[in-house]
């Protein structure tokens, strides 16, 4: 009988252990890991011209390029979007990116990051803790919430692969996205091409025509 028990407890223990590394193993796949890259310029972009257009979702959309963009980048957050809103069917990721000391110290320095309605945060318990990378302005510099829309879907489906901790290369366009429907319904979605502006119309727009992980 003890014997009995034994197994039962062992056959227990190996379930409860394949299911907390089921779990360590999903969380890892979906959410990624906290990392940290020295050494990441800044991001790179220039004055350009031209455009496309979709049809999405009932809507005629126009997609007029500010600037070639090429981002270098350590991903911080992610945050991915499925719904039937025209924003979700353009862009179904939003990454929260960084570079220089941001990047580099992200493991050193809790930045707290998180995401949610196509807005990033960050908080830090005590301002003296961003000493090392030159306080909250250069954070502010060094960090940007991009959203992503792909431009088809092979880059769609490397887009959604993005993961925090990723060390990743974009490569695209900042945009302006109008839309209009048929019943005069209109949307618009325009990129900031700053990297020192904050608040509301801070993202960046990217239209991006590659992904490309590095290390």
Same mark, same amino acid.
């Given at each position: ?66 600037? $070639? =963009? ?11 979007? @499925?719904? #039937? *809103?025209?924003? !979700? /069917? ?46 909250? $302005? =250069? ?11 792909? @431009?088809? #879907? *092979?880059?769609? !489906? /490397? ?47 990217? =239209? ?8």
């Amino acid at each position: 009988m003890a014997k009995k028990k034994m197994i039962r407890r062992l056959i227990v223990l190996c379930v409860v252990t394949l299911l907390v590394g089921f779990g360590v193993y999903w969380f890892v796949q979906k959410n990624g890991v906290r990392g940290a890259v020295a050494g990441i310029p800044d991001p790179v972009q220039e004055k350009t011209t031209g455009g496309t257009t979709k049809k999405v979702g009932g809507y005629d959309v126009d997609i007029t390029y500010k600037y $070639t =963009y090429e981002i270098e980048a350590l991903v911080v957050h992610t945050e991915s979007y @499925s719904g #039937s *809103s025209l924003p !979700d /069917k353009l862009s179904p990721l939003d990454a929260a990116l960084a570079w220089g000391k941001v990047a580099e110290y992200n493991k050193k320095i809790d930045f707290n990051w998180s995401q949610s309605r196509r807005w990033y945060f960050w908080e830090v318990d005590d301002a003296s803790v961003l000493a090392p990378v030159g306080g909250m $302005t =250069y954070v502010n510099r060094h960090s940007a919430n991009t959203h992503l829309l792909p @431009s088809s #879907s *092979s880059v769609k !489906d /490397k887009v959604e692969k993005i993961r925090r901790g990723d060390h990743i290369r974009l490569k695209g366009y900042l945009v302006d996205v109008d839309a209009r429907k048929s019943n005069g319904e209109t949307y618009w979605w325009h990129s900031s091409v700053s990297r020192e502006d904050t608040g509301d119309g801070a993202c960046e727009v990217m =239209y991006v025509t590659s992904v490309e992980w590095l290390d």
